[in-house]
Structure formats: C-alpha cells, structure tokens
C-alpha cells in the first residue's frame, strides 16, 4: 500500500519562505507523477505543481509561478515543494498526492485523477 505524508508547513510572515515535503512509503515514483494541492477555507481544493516520475518536466498554476519550485529526489522517494516570497492568500493546507496516470506529461491534473493523498500541511502566512 502506497503512503504519502506531507511536512513542512507552518506560520510564516509575509515573504517568507518554506520547503513542503511529500515523503512516500512503500513506494517508487516510477511512472507516477506527484502533485501539489492546497485548500483554503471556504474554496475548493486547487492545483499548485506537479512534476513527471523522472523529475523532467513539471507544471505551476499561474498563481504560484516564479515563486514555488517542485523537485524530486527518487532515492528518498520524497518530493519538495520550495515555497518563496509568500503571502497570505498562499494561507492553506497544503497536500501531495500521487497521479493515477502512469507516464503522464499533460497540462492537466485534477483532484479526480488522484489515487493517493497525504493528509495534509497546514501553511499560514500573516502580514
């Protein structure tokens, strides 16, 4: 059974920075893509990043683009998120989960087509 804890999260000022960690266990990246969500209260859950199994290519929502980078390190089986100059509409609980599309390369990556979740990393960012 596939496992996906998230780390890294908490209370920040506006402008700092924080690395999310999506750690897997009984688990390769192989094939699978990882993706970054996050859910603020009273919205839905939304897409943030995702990068491909081999760690070749990855995806930003215009909201987080040129401040968050994703990355993978296939040894440890653990995915980053590097989240910087934050500001408080970034305020969310943050989760990774795993694409059920093997080798998938697309633009797309919605909740449905998610087979594992983490439970989550709540990330606050105040003024």
């Known amino acids: 059974q596939v496992n996906l804890e998230e780390s890294g999260g908490g209370l920040v000022q506006a402008g700092a920075s924080l690395r999310l960690i999506c750690a897997a266990s009984?688990?390769?990246?192989?094939?699978?893509?990882t993706v970054w969500f996050r859910q603020a209260p009273g919205k839905e859950r939304e897409f943030i990043s995702a990068?491909?199994?081999?760690?070749?290519?990855?995806r930003y929502a215009d909201s987080v683009k040129g401040r968050f980078t994703i990355s993978i390190d296939n040894r440890k089986h653990t995915v980053y998120l590097q989240m910087d100059s934050l500001s408080p509409e970034d305020t969310a609980v943050y989760y990774c989960?795993?694409?059920?599309?093997?080798?998938?390369?697309?633009?797309?990556?919605?909740?449905?087509?998610?087979?594992?979740w983490g439970q989550g990393t709540q990330v606050t960012v105040s003024l």
């Open positions: 989960a795993r694409d059920r599309r093997p080798i998938y390369t697309g633009n797309s990556y919605p909740a449905d087509m998610m087979e594992v």
């Open positions: 009984n688990h390769t990246w192989t094939n699978h893509g």
């Open positions: 990068i491909t199994w081999n760690g070749q290519q990855s």
